[in-house]
């Protein structure tokens, strides 16, 4: 089971062991490590992490402002991709396709695309995702990218859930920097 084990083997200590509680989907903050016993309370936990960290303002505020008091606990992770391959900066023989490969995920619901852009958002190209794999692990997605010139390419990439939420351009700033999300893009070079 993967409370008692992890990638085939023992679960180490520096990932829990003997037990760790996991919820799929959440911040990692939820998926508690060392477990001993499990207590079930009718409010949120008071102390120095969950009252002063993993916590998102409920609506947006002002890059540089002080986390508000009506902020919340870090909960469901938001839509998001992130292009895995190629790397930043990489060199491609020109007259061969380039592969664009990526992972998306989302915390709640599932993925329902990945859309990727050659032109900085003015069309997007819809990915392949790999059908299999656990609900709530990363979904791969890929692109065979056919350059029709050489020199510096770009590529961003968004993704969307089965709810209808959208990777955003930019992710709203919070106080601690948790759940950013926003587009994510890689440049790369083919030569002329």
Do not use: C
């Not at 998926?31 to 001993?36: D, G, I, P, R, Y």
């Not at 949120?44 to 002002?62: C, H, N, Q």
């Amino acid at each position: 089971s993967d409370l008692f084990g992890m990638n085939d083997g023992p679960l180490p200590k520096v990932h829990g062991f003997p037990l760790r509680m996991l919820v799929p989907g959440w911040a990692g903050s939820a998926s508690v490590k060392w477990l001993k016993q499990v207590r079930v309370l009718d409010a949120p936990l008071k102390g120095p992490y969950m009252d002063a960290s993993y916590r998102i303002p409920r609506e947006p505020v002002t890059p540089g402002s002080e986390m508000p008091p009506t902020a919340v606990s870090t909960e469901a992770w938001p839509v998001k991709s992130m292009i895995t391959y190629p790397a930043p900066g990489q060199k491609f023989a020109a007259g061969k396709p380039v592969l664009i490969e990526g992972r998306a995920w989302v915390g709640e619901g599932s993925i329902a695309r990945v859309d990727l852009s050659f032109d900085e958002g003015v069309t997007w190209t819809q990915a392949a995702l790999d059908s299999g794999g656990d609900p709530f692990a990363w979904k791969v997605f890929s692109h065979a990218f056919q350059p029709r010139r050489g020199g510096w390419h770009s590529v961003l990439a968004r993704a969307a859930d089965d709810r209808g939420n959208v990777q955003p351009l930019a992710a709203a700033w919070n106080p601690l920097g948790y759940f950013w999300n926003g587009w994510h893009r890689v440049g790369f070079a083919v030569e002329a």
